[in-house]
């Protein structure tokens, strides 16, 4: 069953699994909040077992001990904590409690995608299915062992906004016909138990943009 929270800003699950025959996971997952920021961050360590989630929890330590931080900063701190670890994807979205705003960008291959509300701000039902989502830029790298050049993009969110953060244990195809309505830890659970790989740790996070007393 999906892990669940709720933040004045967010409502949201998180669903996962190790690879079959594994106890530990290198897919690992961070929300945090603030007074200004929800930080939410899917991190996946490289390839299984004990020494991709050696690499996760390193990088998981430092974003919990710096939710505020910009998303840029928080992956120029990861790779400083993962030099000497197997390194890891990892995708961070950062939104503003202030602007509603959130900043979002990967290094590697954790996908990250935003499917929009109605312009109304009502959330389709939960029969909908979703239009193409909006993705976050990926930029090819290793947290800990090669970084490139990070310019976070920066999206201004809707009430009823849905985001969906997923490592390479998922299958690519948990972008369509997401019942975008859903309850997030319906979606999580639904996710996973369809689309999770048996060669690889799995994780989904689901996230509901909901505006602080909506
Ligand atoms: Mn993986």
Known sequence: MAECGAS?????????????????????CVVEVTGTETLL??????????????????????????????????LVLCHAALAGTRGAAITIASISATTGSMSWLGVGNVEAALFRSSPSGNSPGGSSRAASPDMALLVGGIV??????????????????LLLMATDGIARSFTQDVPIGAAPARLADGI??????????????????????S
Request: glycine residues 8%; charged residues 25%; without cysteine.
């Open 8 to 28: 004045t800003l967010v409502d949201w699950a998180v669903a996962a699994r190790p690879i079959p025959g594994e106890s530990l996971s290198g897919d690992q």
């Open 41 to 74: 961050a899917v991190v996946d360590g490289l390839g299984h077992g004990p020494e991709a989630a050696a690499a996760a929890s390193a990088a998981v330590a430092v974003l919990r001990e710096n939710p505020a931080e910009p998303v840029e900063a928080l």
């Open 144 to 161: 800990g062992h090669q970084l490139p050049t990070l310019r976070p993009h920066a999206v201004d969110l809707r009430v009823g906004d």
């Open 192 to 213: 996973l138990e369809n689309l999770a790989r048996p060669t690889d740790d799995a994780l989904i996070l689901a996230a509901r943009y909901r505006k602080d007393g």
